[in-house]
Each structure stands twice: as C-alpha cells, then as structure tokens.
C-alpha cells in the first residue's frame, strides 16, 4: 500500500474522529446526536447503493406511524437503522465475532427482509383449525352447546404457538448459509457467501497490526471488492465502523457514520479502478462525516439552549421538558409520537408544539411533522 500517500489522511481522520468522540461524550445533547445519527446514517447508505428513502419517512416508519405503504426501500432502510442500534448496545467488539457476525447474517437482516416470516402451508392448515374452532366443533348435545367465547381466541393462541414452532423446526434443518434454503430467483446460488466471508475475515487478520482507521478502510474496500453478502453491501460499512469503534476512536454507543461521510464523495472516487484512489475517498469520507458531525452537534446544543429558555416560570408538571429531549432525539417529530411519547391527546401534542415553537417540516395541512430550526 501507498503508506506515505496515505499517512496524512489518516492522521487526519483519526484526529477528527477523536475530536467528535470527545465532543460527544461530554455533551448534554450527546445522546440524541447518536439516535439522530443512525437515522441519517441509515438514509446515506441507501443513497450510497442507489436508492433514495426521505428522513421522514424512515423516523415515521420506526414509530409505526407511517402514513403511506413502505416500500422495499424502506424496509432495508430500517434494516439498517435497527443494526445499527444492535451493533452499539453491543460490547465494542460483539460485531466482528463470529457469533456477531452469524447473527447480523442471520434473521432476514441481511437481506432487508422481515422477520416475521410465516409459513403459508401451516397458516393454511391453522385456518382450517380455526374455522373449526369457530363453529363449534360439534362437541355439545346439539353441535353448538357448551362452547365458551373464549375458545376462538384460545385456538389463536395455539395456532399461533404452532406456526412458531414450525418456523424454528424449519429454521434448525442445515441448508446453504444456514437456516433456509434460498429461492433461486431471488439469490444466484453459486454466490458463496460463506467463502467470501471468510477471505474476507483473513484480510482483517492480515491488517490487525495497522492503524485504526487504516484499518478500517483497508477492511471496508475489500468487502466491496468480494461483494460478501448479495443483499446486504450496507452491512460491510458499519463493520468497518466496528473497527473504529472497537479500537477505541469512537466509545461508547457512537457508532461511525460512514454513509453519511462517503455520500459527498463522487461515485467515481469511491469505486474508481485505482485502489490507492477508493482508499483515498474513503479516507475523505471518515474525515467529513467527522466534521459534518460536529457541526451538528453544535447546531444541537445551540437548539437545546434556545429551548431551555421557554421553560423558564414554567410548572413542574410541564410537558415541555419531556418534549425537548423528544425532538432532540429524532430529527422530527409527529403529533402521534407526541401524543404516545407524552400520555396525552393530539389536541394537546399541537398546542404543546405550539408553545415550545418548533418548525413544521412537511408543508402539509393533514400528517403534519415538526422539528427544531
């Protein structure tokens, strides 16, 4: 590798990264700037791959407040927002473990698909259950005595039971990468995901020995050069940001966020033929999602503080402090997530945003979202 081309730029990320850590560790406003990174993290890395998925959609979507079908955009998009949650309530190095690494492959996460799978041929069968269940079974004297109204509910219940029980009797048979076999027209079945993984782990063992964020470039240009995983190139780039965390240039639950730094750096840099080029840009990338990351951090505080002076005579019972650390911790906000954040009415959720003076961000009359200035 070109050590000498690269020595400046990695001084310069690490010093970067260490600057933001520092910054957000001490701050007031440190946790909602990690809940309102992983959002837009979540949203560059489909930016990244080709697809485009609004903010407002995803924070609505992660609130169960969606005002609109979510597309399959969406869905990974929220794949990716929840692994990175998982991956910082982890211990530092869970991620890259081979127990980590299973498990982030595993339950639909790397596809982008859901979780909640059901088998159709036992829903079918479950169905006939239940109809017989609602009819009455023909148990009584005349067919219809002697059945409690709870005995529908009940058969659910067992129906359900059984469904899951099946679903993890199919999830133990071995198949190819583990759990299910995969449909061929969907997955190219001679894509070894296994064997990538693995040449892959051995570029991480043949560079454990330089810098951090080295390192983590190092790692993160050769997933996307063996394309690892066919669904998931989004999962390469938090584990890169693993390395840096579990080195120690980002503690705590701060997570890297690569997508948002890489989404400025032309597509030409990023997947140019020249490895001393793509490492260069990813480079670039760390050092401006470090510097982007303070500036919203300041943007935060400064928010924070101009709020704080609105409580000021205000009741012990307010409202308004509870919807402070809110908005601060999602980059906007619904009068249904107020209302359930709060314990109180849509009514009361508008009047208090209101009072506190926050910004409305979609221009709309109906499924109106706020969010700070």
């Known amino acids: ?215 983590a470039v190092v790692a993160l240009d050769a997933w996307n050069d063996l394309s690892v995983l066919q669904h998931a190139p989004w999962l390469g780039r938090l584990l890169a940001a693993s390395i840096l965390r579990q080195a120690g240039l980002t503690t705590a639950v701060h997570l890297a966020a690569f997508n948002f730094g890489l989404k400025t750096i032309p597509v030409d840099r990023r997947r140019h033929r020249d490895r001393e080029t793509r490492l260069l840009a990813i480079l670039a990338g760390i050092i401006t999602a470090a510097e982007l990351g303070l500036k919203e951090h300041d943007r935060l505080t400064l928010a924070r503080i101009m709020m704080e002076r609105k409580l000021v005579g205000k009741r012990v019972s307010s409202k308004l402090p509870r919807l402070i650390e809110l908005v601060m911790s999602r980059p906007l906000v619904s009068a249904g997530m107020i209302a359930k954040e709060l314990a109180i009415t849509p009514r009361a959720a508008l009047r208090v945003v209101e009072e506190l003076g926050l910004r409305e961000m979609t221009g709309r009359g109906r499924f109106r979202a706020w969010g700070i200035v």
């Open 1 to 215: 590798m070109p050590i000498l081309t690269l020595l400046r730029p990695i001084s310069d990320a690490t010093s970067a990264l260490s600057r933001l850590d520092e910054r957000v560790a001490r701050s007031p406003v440190g946790d909602g700037w990690i809940e309102r990174t992983h959002f837009a993290d979540a949203c560059a890395s489909l930016w990244i791959d080709g697809e485009l998925v609004s903010l407002e959609d995803l924070v609505l979507h992660d609130a169960t407040k969606d005002i609109r079908t979510p597309t399959h955009e969406l869905t990974i998009a929220r794949d990716v927002l929840r692994t990175r949650r998982r991956i910082a309530s982890q211990p530092s190095g869970w991620a890259l473990s081979p127990d980590g690494l299973r498990s982030l492959r595993g339950h639909g996460l790397a596809a982008g698909v859901s979780t909640m799978v059901q088998d159709a041929d036992g829903a079918t069968a479950n169905g006939a259950e239940r109809g017989v269940a609602e009819t009455g079974g023909g148990e009584g004297p005349d067919g219809d005595d002697g059945v409690s109204p709870l005995d529908a509910e009940f058969a659910a219940i067992d129906a359900l039971l059984a469904r899951s029980d099946a679903a993890i009797e199919e999830a133990k048979k071995p198949a190819r990468a583990g759990g299910r076999e995969k449909d061929p027209l969907v997955y190219d079945l001679d894509w070894d995901e296994d064997e990538r993984l693995d040449e892959w782990r051995g570029v991480l063992r043949q560079s454990q020995d330089l810098p951090a964020a080295l390192q």
